[in-house]
């Protein structure tokens, strides 16, 4: 009987609606499909690091890490002011991080809020979010590139820092993804994430019964994912180069990520313009402070 009462009271409404010309708008907007090129952008670089919500009046300080003989600290890796830069911290024993403002600004004409069939204040907000997270892992990878740069010419052997691994040319193989949580592994880190641009993706959906165990190999061959490879994640996005993947260690022991104001909507409408309009911004900081636990791999 609940469920019919609550039947009845939403045939109710939907008649009600449909006694008027803007109630019979309100359903042709629901009804309509959002227009879409492509799935939205899933953020996924905050999966790696600490989010941290700091209180009022709190600085975003954090300590460096100790290198292997316990005496001196190993370098750190934060984004500058604005957003503008990568900084290598050397000397400090503890770290600053400048915080700065990611920010989307939509405007919709009001015509054509009316024109459209599909609720297009709606769409717009939410391709304006993804934007936002786009460019939150814009300046992770470049954290992460920068701190590949860095260990270049280190050698395999280095306490802190994992030299590119260059593969031979061929699609990424069981003994390639083995070295490179090697190399993470080595500094008593776990590895919990991989990241990867879906053209390279594609390589582990060509391992075989020769590579993986029969139940991994039908989980693929019946959805088309691998999600876990020996207890890491593995992750994609197209913010990844090409060419190029990412092994990571757990987040507690790589970097933190600031965050003095959360995503927040507000409107942001302009009259004389005669357009709806919303800020969507966020206040963060980024800070890598452990390089041991990033290895990236450069594909020929």
Request: proline share 5%; hydrophobic share 40%; aromatic share 8%.
């Amino acid at each position: 009987m609940r469920n019919l009462s609550r039947t009845q009271a939403q045939m109710n409404q939907l008649g009600a609606l449909l006694m008027s010309a803007q109630g019979r708008m309100r359903v042709a907007a629901a009804l309509g499909p959002s227009l879409r090129r492509r799935r939205d952008y899933m953020s996924i670089t905050r999966k790696a690091l600490m989010v941290e919500t700091l209180p009022d009046g709190a600085l975003p300080i954090y300590d460096k890490e100790f290198d292997e003989t316990g005496r001196s600290f190993v370098e750190a890796f934060v984004v500058g002011e604005e957003g503008a830069d990568i900084v290598r911290v050397v000397k400090p024993k503890r770290v600053t991080v400048p915080t700065f403002e990611i920010v989307a600004n939509p405007l919709i004409p009001i015509s054509q809020i009316k024109e459209r069939r599909f609720d297009v204040v709606e769409r717009s907000l939410n391709l304006s979010k993804s934007e936002v997270g786009a460019q939150e892992d814009g300046y992770v990878f470049g954290l992460f590139d920068a701190i590949a740069t860095a260990a270049t010419g280190k050698g395999v052997d280095d306490p802190v820092y994992n030299e590119d691994m260059t593969p031979a040319a061929g699609p990424i193989s069981v003994a390639t993804m083995a070295d490179a949580y090697g190399q993470v592994e080595r500094h008593d880190i776990s590895v919990a994430l991989v990241f990867m641009n879906p053209r390279n993706y594609t390589d582990l959906r060509k391992w075989t019964d020769s590579t993986v165990d029969r139940e991994t190999e039908r989980k693929l061959l019946k959805t088309g994912i691998m999600g876990y490879v020996w207890g890491a994640t593995i992750l994609q996005s197209r913010k990844v180069t090409r060419g190029q993947f990412y092994v990571l260690g757990d987040a507690e022991f790589l970097g933190v990520v600031p965050e003095r104001i959360p995503l927040t909507v507000m409107s942001a409408d302009q009259p004389l313009l005669r357009s709806i309009g919303f800020s969507i911004f966020e206040n963060l900081g980024f800070l890598i402070f452990n390089p041991s636990a990033i290895q990236r791999v450069i594909l020929s």
